[in-house]
């Protein structure tokens, strides 16, 4: 038996204050009968429903965060904020965590679950998800730069970068990258090494997952059922 506020606020769709404020105008049922208390204790085997809806109390969580410059990607540290201090509590206890990292200072789209096996399936190099950023550098890419993203680099310090996609945008100091991998620090190493550093940095998309721009920075909802299937269909079964 778990507390009906806790149930529900792990799917991550309602905090655990707005589950009492919908519990208090009576809009949360428990097999039916209005729930009196968000307090109560009930069975996940229990049917809740929420203004008449069915709640879905899945086995895994999928989170579509937009990640704010100054967060770790990480599920703990011991002085710094995480991004999971960003969610709500019955969240937090789920044991979720980042589906590849972004760097402390990179914002945007980042992907949290429980669910390792299709994390895995994400971050495996074999399932190709290509990953979009929008990096503002110091100076103006070019044509050059394109075509040495699109011959696939090798850094000086010996790192192999697969082909990759670098669209300029305006006038070049802004620029689209695509990348198929996501190596340690790769889109500042890959621009620095055109003596292009990056000054901002910012994913857009991961597969077929788009950054939601109604998102606030630090602000994340789950994932809707589309969105989902769309990116289990992204990667094979297997890797
Ligand atoms: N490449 C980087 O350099 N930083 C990130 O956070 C992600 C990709």
Redesign the pocket.
Known sequence: MERLDKLLASTGRWSRSQVKELVRQGRVRVDGRVAARPEEKCAPEQELTVDGEPVCLQKFVYIMMNKPDGWLSATEDKRQQTVLDLLDKPLQRRGLFPVGR??KD?TGLLLLTDDGELAHRLLAPKSHVDKV?LARVDGCVNEDDVKAFQEGMVLEDGLECLPAGLEPLEDGSRCLVTLRE?KF?????MLAARGKPVLA?R?LSMGPLQLDRSLPEGGWRPLTEGELQALREAVPAKV
């Open positions: 972004l760097d990179t950023y996501g620090h790769q889109v500042k190493r940095l994913r």
